[in-house]
């Protein structure tokens, strides 16, 4: 008996084996973008226990961001318009770019406590990197990108999600420190 002969008795394929990683981007994506979502309905319409968006504003003008109501509005629309977006699978690269570009914010916002500190950046750090990861993998089979015109996917499309999701949330942070 050689390795060879053992591995391969432990070797399974199956026929359904070409679509795993199209069903774990699925799953990623519906639980990551409904998460994502119920963030952003928190802070618009006080929803899941949610601090509504009077509370929300009031909040971002506190953080510096001024006005509240412009920043508190653009966070909300973003987490749930970016969430709902990769659960459908809709223009992946773009709604990767919306998540992390707000997340390099919500980072900056929560950055004094540190990375695991209480209120630290350890979520919106976890959040912009599955968002930055799917803008790379692209949404897969399972979504409505998926075979059609739009669908975009690869090295160049992550990157420029990339590109464009810091080049936003730092243009919101020079917003920020300027008005």
């Not at 009077?54 to 509240?68: E, K, L, S, V």
């Not at 966070?75 to 223009?91: D, I």
């Not at 968002?131 to 669908?151: Q, Y």
């Not at 499309?157 to 730092?170: D, R, S």
Request: charged share 10%; no cysteine; proline share 3%.
């Amino acid at each position: 008996m050689t390795t060879n002969t053992t591995l391969e008795r432990f070797t399974f394929a199956h026929r359904l084996d070409g679509i795993s990683t199209d069903i774990g981007l699925l799953v990623l994506r519906v639980v990551f973008g409904g998460l994502l979502a119920a963030h952003g309905s928190q802070k618009l319409f006080g929803w899941f226990s949610g601090p509504g968006h009077d509370a929300t504003t009031a909040m971002f003008d506190n953080m510096g961001y001024n006005p509240g109501k412009l920043f508190g509005t653009l966070a909300g629309l973003s987490e749930m318009v970016g969430g709902l977006l990769l659960v459908a699978g809709l223009v992946t690269p773009l709604a990767a770019a919306i998540v992390l570009g707000t997340m390099i914010n919500a980072m900056n916002a929560t950055w004094g406590p540190g990375l695991f500190g209480k209120g630290g950046w350890e979520t919106a750090l976890t959040f912009g990197t599955v968002a930055a990861a799917i803008a790379f993998t692209g949404a897969g089979k399972f979504s409505l990108d998926s075979g059609r015109p739009w669908e975009r996917k690869g090295f160049l499309w992550g990157v420029g999600a990339v590109v464009l999701a810091v080049a936003t949330g730092v243009l919101t942070l020079i917003l920020k420190w300027t008005l």
